[in-house]
């Protein structure tokens, strides 16, 4: 066994502790595009899975039993499979068939499953609650190997966004500009793009996950790109904004500045100990203070920060974990709630960060008219916004700036940082 993927078993199973409960976690099938026969979309393993085999093996199981240890199903490649798709999934582990056998010797026992559900298996729910925070509290600090790959899947987005920087002018379309972005993904080592290329032109930049289309970029227009490559199964997720003709007008250049230096001391602020929520919380202040300066928002930064005015701009939190998939394994400590006001519902992780853990950071300011036109929202904002000049801005676009960050034991290394911005 690769000695990765036996460090990660042992790590999972010390934090576990279990004494006689079973914990199966199952890789997933292949899923099929409705009405479209045998087409299947592309095949990824349950990160859980994935995680603690690096493998993609669609119908595995990798089972753990406290008493007698890892036990990996894996079904042998079928002939169909070597014809249609290629034999290069080597046979592993142990055959598939041998399961049922297995599961059988410890009928009664609690089950937990993790990763994807397996046919005829029911989990008991709070035990499989424990043993998935005891699985994330493994997998959140990267070690050599998933770092190594993401260091990859950064140098290949930045071979990605060169590319695409090179080309961006007026009359080119989002379109071309994914092609150039993507194709230099894949020449710089990428297997695949981590998520859905987001590259959005004028208005569209203010769309938070807009896919590309065939319309040009104008002159004075902004340019969004939220783009990644993955490699070995872990991703990169960067942000960069653009303009169309090289150069921001004046009202652009102050948003940009803004955003930038939201971004930079968030970044700066990713040290061990320092809770996430705090981070996102500093990123608003920082959005509502410079909106204020700037006459777009009215009043005192404390009474628009208790309003959540900010987050009519701002509508997202400031980022996520990112590695194995491009939400790794994120979410609230145990006893932590999601808050539903504006300013943190979209908050991904409520936790302080630790050594090895890997984070996007990624504010941004938006002109939303989904948002900005909504009656309900002015009224409540009657007072804290200039309406006058924000109904003047509201083709202005989005920027968004994002780095992906890696906490050690002292600090912080962007691992984007070889991403230029605009400046
Ligand atoms: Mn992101």
């Given at each position: 066994m690769k000695t990765h993927v036996e460090r990660r078993q042992k790590a999972a199973a010390a934090q576990w502790n279990l004494k006689n409960e079973i914990v199966l976690i199952g890789a997933g099938d292949y899923i099929h595009v409705p009405g479209r026969a045998d087409m299947t979309y592309p095949f990824r393993s349950h990160s859980e899975y994935t995680y603690l085999t690096d493998r993609e093996r669609p119908g595995a199981v990798l089972a753990f039993d406290p008493q007698s240890g890892w036990a990996d199903f894996v079904p042998r490649v079928t002939q169909d499979e070597r014809v249609w798709i290629g034999a290069s999934v080597e046979d592993e582990g142990t055959a598939f068939e041998e399961f049922a056998a297995w599961l059988e010797k410890r009928k009664g026992r609690r089950v937990a499953v993790l990763g994807c559900p397996i046919a005829g298996i029911a989990s008991d729910a709070a035990l499989e609650a424990d043993v998935r925070e005891g699985l994330n509290v493994v997998r959140r600090p990267k070690d050599e190997v998933e770092l190594d790959r993401m260091r990859k899947a950064a140098d290949a987005s930045r071979v990605g966004y060169a590319g695409v920087q090179s080309v961006?002018?007026?009359?080119?379309?989002e379109r071309q500009a994914q092609i150039e972005l993507e194709a230099g993904f894949f020449r710089g080592g990428?297997?695949?793009?981590?998520?859905d290329s987001i590259v959005g032109g004028g208005t569209n930049s203010a769309v938070l996950h807009f896919a590309p289309s065939h319309r040009p970029f104008a002159a004075g227009e902004l340019i969004l790109i939220d783009a990644g490559a993955e490699v070995g199964c872990y991703a990169s997720d960067v942000t960069r904004t653009y303009a169309a003709s090289g150069k921001f007008t004046l009202e652009q250049a102050d948003i940009y500045k803004l955003v930038l230096a939201t971004e930079e001391a968030a970044v700066k602020k990713c040290?061990?100990?320092?809770e996430y929520k705090t981070i996102h919380i500093g990123a608003s202040r920082q959005i509502a203070q410079g909106l204020l300066d700037l006459g777009i928002l009215k009043g005192n930064v404390d009474s628009l920060m208790e309003q959540d005015t900010q987050a009519l701009f701002?509508?997202?939190?400031v980022g996520h974990l990112v590695g194995l998939g491009v939400r790794d394994a994120g979410g609230y400590l145990p006893g932590r709630k999601r808050s539903e006001t504006p300013g943190l519902r979209f908050l991904r992780i409520d936790m302080p960060l630790l050594p090895g853990y890997t984070v996007t950071i990624e504010p941004g300011i938006y002109f939303i008219p989904a948002l900005l036109q909504d009656a309900e929202l002015r009224r409540k904002h009657r007072d804290n916004v200039n309406w006058d000049r924000v109904d003047k801005m509201l083709n202005f676009g989005g920027i968004r700036i994002e780095d992906n960050i890696h906490v050690t034991e002292t600090g912080y290394e962007?691992?984007?940082?070889?991403?230029p911005k605009a400046s």
């Open positions: 961006l002018k007026p009359g080119i379309t990428g297997d695949r793009t981590a998520y040290m061990p100990g320092t701002f509508p997202h939190g962007n691992l984007t940082a070889a991403i």
